[in-house]
């Protein structure tokens, strides 16, 4: 088994904004492939616990942008885990540049969930004591985001199919993209997110309606409390905190420019 998960990966044009950044929602995205794809290394694939009548469930994510790749460069994928408790399956990662510089890193939280109850259930449910062990230390350092009391932007969302994944529910990017569609398009297109706090409550399927909520957090600058909700009585269903900068605080270095 391979401890830590390594992948090359060159930033498409299908993954970029308007301008030329990775898009958030495809860097989570990169995650959740690249999660998937050390997990089937591992012999603990969606696929082979599906067989057992299990699969994996995100829970939480932290994620800290130093700088956004650009269209055409070429980055570096890093992951490895670390399980928790028999319940939690931690999971680092890194994005690094060409020249071994971290761009990105990010901290998750995975559960095993029964496909039939869509309950969690303990890790030895399913994995063996060797893939419960090892792996790289990672703290679980997980803050309390504190919920949405009085939201200053909202958007409305259905969920259609195409939002939908292998575990038959909405997909954890699908909310990322869902809750910064609710800031208004003036601040969007001057600000990038550089920090974001993610904890995803329940799951809800196709056809449902949805809101997205932002509201100012006034315990730091251009910091906002979000919220995903179901229009139906599915109560919460995500919450996440996000801190942005300014466009003008992210330069290009001089070497990438040429590719974008």
């Known amino acids: 088994m391979t401890d830590i998960f ?9 993954e970029v904004d308007p301008r030329a950044l990775l898009k958030v929602q495809s860097l989570f995205d990169w995650f959740q492939d690249g999660g998937c794809e050390h ?7 969606a696929a082979e616990l599906l067989a057992q009548n299990y699969t994996w469930v995100l829970l939480k994510y932290q994620v800290r942008i130093l700088r956004y790749p650009v269209w055409n460069e070429e980055v570096t994928l ?3 885990r670390s399980p928790l408790n028999d319940l939690y399956d931690l999971r680092e990662f890194r994005v690094t540049d ?4 971290t761009l990105i890193t990010g901290n998750s ?8 109850t869509r309950k969690p259930t303990r890790l030895s449910r399913c994995l063996s004591a060797e893939q419960r062990s090892g792996g790289g230390a990672i703290p679980d350092s997980f803050e309390r985001i504190l919920p949405v009391k009085a939201p200053d932007h909202t958007t409305d ?7 939908l994944d292998f575990n038959r529910h909405v997909n954890n990017s699908i ?10 398009e003036s601040f969007l297109g001057h600000h990038l997110p550089t920090r974001l706090e993610v904890r995803f409550i329940r799951e809800i399927a196709r056809g449902r309606a949805v809101v997205s ?9 251009n910091a906002f409390l979000h919220r995903i909700s179901g229009k139906d009585g599915e109560g919460e269903l995500m919450r996440m905190r996000t801190v942005w900068q300014p466009m003008d605080a992210f330069e290009l270095p001089e070497k990438l420019r040429s590719l974008c």
Do not use: C, H, N
């Open 175 to 184: 909310y990322i993209g869902w809750a910064l569609e609710a800031l208004p």
């Open 98 to 101: 060409a020249w071994g510089e």
């Open 78 to 80: 890093t992951s490895w």
């Open 6 to 14: 390594t992948r090359k990966l060159k930033v498409r044009l299908s």
């Open 157 to 163: 969302f259905r969920v259609r199919i195409s939002d």
């Open 213 to 221: 909520e932002a509201q100012v957090d006034e315990t730091e600058d």
């Open 39 to 45: 997990a089937a290394q591992l012999g603990m694939s």
């Open 109 to 116: 939280a995975w559960v095993v969930m029964d496909y039939t």
